[in-house]
């Protein structure tokens, strides 16, 4: 089976604007959780869809919002982006999203915002 | 509310020698608990982890881990470290309900020739 893929794997935007970015999970799983990946707060999750509902949300602002599509592929969108977006952005997959489900996780997507 | 704990954000061992890398967790409820793998510019790999069951568990590339739930510890072991071990090491754990990872600090393993 294909892994967990991401798009793009490098971005790089100016303060100010939005950004989109898009994760494709294994097939046959219908959880998708994003996270934040920063050096100095390490991994941060951000949310979690499964069935194109979102489930489970963590502590960010509502410039960081999310969406699943009937396919499972999940897209994530941060707007009016600040220095501090700069991150590598990860995505997951699980079958089923239950407590003790392996997540597998994509490469990720490293955004820079200048 | 489910913290984890990775002592010693940096280790370094010399190749051949024992690697030990410390996970504790804190949660009234045993949770489910990884450990994972993070090369340079990629994202996470599973290396192992625990459910139910025996509690001595063993994963990929010769690594294992024991949970001790008296000591609400999940430590990373391997005999002898290899250069390809040099990585970034994540513990992770998940709550019985629901599937949200809560991350350690990560522990960096540098390993000398």
């Known amino acids: 089976k294909a892994g967990v893929t991401q798009t793009p794997r490098y971005l790089i935007k100016t303060r100010g604007q939005q950004v989109t970015l898009s994760c494709s999970p294994i097939s046959g799983h219908r959880s998708v959780s994003w996270y934040q990946q920063t050096p100095g707060q390490g991994l941060q999750f951000l949310f979690e869809y499964f069935s194109e509902t979102q489930r489970n949300k963590g502590n960010f602002p509502g410039r960081f919002s999310g969406r699943q599509f009937s396919n499972s592929r999940s897209e994530m969108n941060v707007s009016t982006l600040e220095l501090g977006d700069s991150a590598l952005y990860l995505c997951a997959s699980s079958t089923s999203g239950s407590g003790g489900d392996t997540q597998y996780f994509g490469p990720g997507t490293r955004l820079t915002v200048l | 509310a489910q913290s984890v704990t990775q002592l010693g954000s940096h280790v370094s061992v010399s190749e051949g020698a024992l690697v030990l890398l410390r996970c504790n967790y804190s949660?009234?409820?045993?949770?489910?608990l990884f450990w994972y793998v993070q090369y340079p510019n990629q994202g996470l790999q599973l290396l192992l982890k625990?459910?139910?069951?025996?509690?001595l568990v063993k994963g990929i590339n010769g690594f294992e881990a024991e949970f001790k739930k008296s000591e609400t510890s999940f430590h990373l072991t391997k005999p002898s470290a290899h250069m390809s071990d040099a990585a970034e090491y994540f513990c992770?754990?998940?709550?019985?309900?629901?599937?949200?990872?809560?991350f350690g600090t990560g522990t960096s393993l540098t390993v000398i020739p």
């Open positions: 949660s009234s409820v045993p949770p489910y």
């Open positions: 625990y459910t139910t069951g025996a509690t």
């Open positions: 992770a754990v998940s709550r019985r309900r629901g599937n949200q990872f809560y």
